[in-house]
């Protein structure tokens, strides 16, 4: 009886099905190739799949970053001795005083903002702006027909509908946070068994998976305090600056680039167009120019000269990725995506770069920089689960 054919040597002479060749009929790149393609595919299907229930998820999401943000209050206090409920009841009262102040926060803007609106003759201003530009547009030979097609096209009266608009993307997180409250509590119950079980079964099993989700947390409370403390100094610039030329709503304003100061590339659009529009309503041309200007260099002078020099990248992901997983969180989660496209990037990042050791290569594309060494396996992370 004729034996089989060796399984030793050349690859290509093996046995198809032995287990020794995990890759009968092909070359290792082109399983690569498409080992690569259905993963892509997968993760298109994970996307439509959490965009069909992205408003169910977005709370629950941002719950957990808020407690991967705070915890660190917990670990402190049991380090030194404190029993476990007490860092247990320190966590949450410190999330929940941090959702207080941001839906206080988002009511008392939206107040004063509706307040303005309603006493503010904008119709008047806008019928007078639509007259004088007409007329300028006559006087430099356009016929009528094309000046009142082309007025048609660029409604003014959508000016003041963006505001409104932006008010109302801001008052829509507020019927997020029930479900926010609920979830830190129960996120926060389970902290201690998570970090348990990230430095003992996890770490001593698969240390890239412990080590990745120990990078996610540093990562995300890296990027909250820088963008946070940051974004102060703007608004407070800001602040002061419309105040000077007369703005309305200067600290409705200021809080709106606080809240977009988290907002990747986009958030300097979205904070600066309602002022300027104000501006513009109020004052005209001259007066939008002065307080867009204005606002653009402080943003750029903060963010291209002071930043940089004080943190450089702090989370670890190029501009380019950054831009393109805000368009995908947004998509997926809405205004909650926007707010958190870069911790939810890290915890992607974590989960299918970080934790394989095979993918670890592509950290270094991501970032932009030479791929680092894995974190060591300590004992001293108590604070970052």
């Known amino acids: 009886m004729e034996r089989p054919a060796s399984t030793g040597g050349d690859p290509a002479e093996q046995v198809p099905g032995d287990p020794r060749n995990p890759r009968p009929g092909g070359s290792p790149d ?30 629950i999401l941002l719950a957990l970053v808020l407690v ?31 959702l207080a102040a941001f839906t206080g926060a988002i009511i008392w803007a939206g107040t004063r903002l509706a307040d303005y609106l309603t006493t503010a003759d904008y119709d008047t201003r806008l ?9 300028w547009l006559s006087d430099r030979g356009l016929s009528q027909e094309t000046i009142d097609r082309g007025l048609q096209t660029v409604d003014l009266g959508s000016v003041n509908g963006y505001v409104v608009q932006s008010l109302t993307e801001m008052l829509s997180i ?30 001593y099993h698969r240390p890239a998976v412990a080590a990745a989700f120990i990078e996610f947390a540093r990562g995300t409370r890296r990027y909250f305090a820088v963008y946070t403390l940051f974004g102060l100094v703007v608004a407070s610039l800001q602040v002061a600056f419309m105040w000077v030329v007369g703005v309305p709503l200067a600290l409705v304003w200021g809080l709106l680039s606080l809240l977009a100061s988290y ?17 513009f309503l109020e004052d005209g041309w001259v007066s939008a120019v002065v307080v867009a200007t204005g606002l653009l260099a402080i943003n750029q002078v903060v963010d291209s000269v002071a930043k940089p020099k004080v943190v450089g990248n702090a989370v670890g992901i190029s501009a380019t990725l950054t831009f393109v997983s805000l368009i995908l969180w947004a998509w997926v989660f809405g ?11 890290l915890f992607m990042k974590a989960l299918l770069v970080d934790a394989n050791p095979d993918a670890r290569w592509l950290g270094a594309l991501i970032s932009l920089t030479p791929e680092r060494a894995p974190i060591a396996a300590t004992g001293d992370d108590e604070g970052a689960s």
Do not use: C, K, M
């Open 263 to 279: 907002i990747p590339n986009l958030g300097i659009i979205i904070a600066t167009v309602p002022p300027v529009a104000v501006a």
């Open 68 to 98: 991967v943000v705070v915890d660190p209050v917990r670990a402190r206090l049991i380090d030194r001795g404190l029993p476990p409920w007490i860092g247990l009841l320190a966590l949450t009262g410190v999330a929940y005083g941090i």
């Open 335 to 345: 205004a909650v995506g926007a707010l958190l496209a870069v911790p939810l990037t």
């Open 127 to 135: 019928t007078e702006l639509q007259d004088d530009s007409a007329r």
């Open 174 to 203: 507020l019927g997020l946070v029930s479900i926010v409250v609920i979830a830190v509590a129960l996120l926060a119950l389970d902290a201690t068994g998570f970090h348990r079980a990230l430095t003992g079964t996890v770490r």
């Open 30 to 59: 082109a399983w690569s190739t498409l080992a690569n393609l259905v993963a892509l595919a997968a993760l298109a299907v994970l996307a439509l799949g959490l965009r069909e229930f992205g408003g169910s998820l977005a709370p």
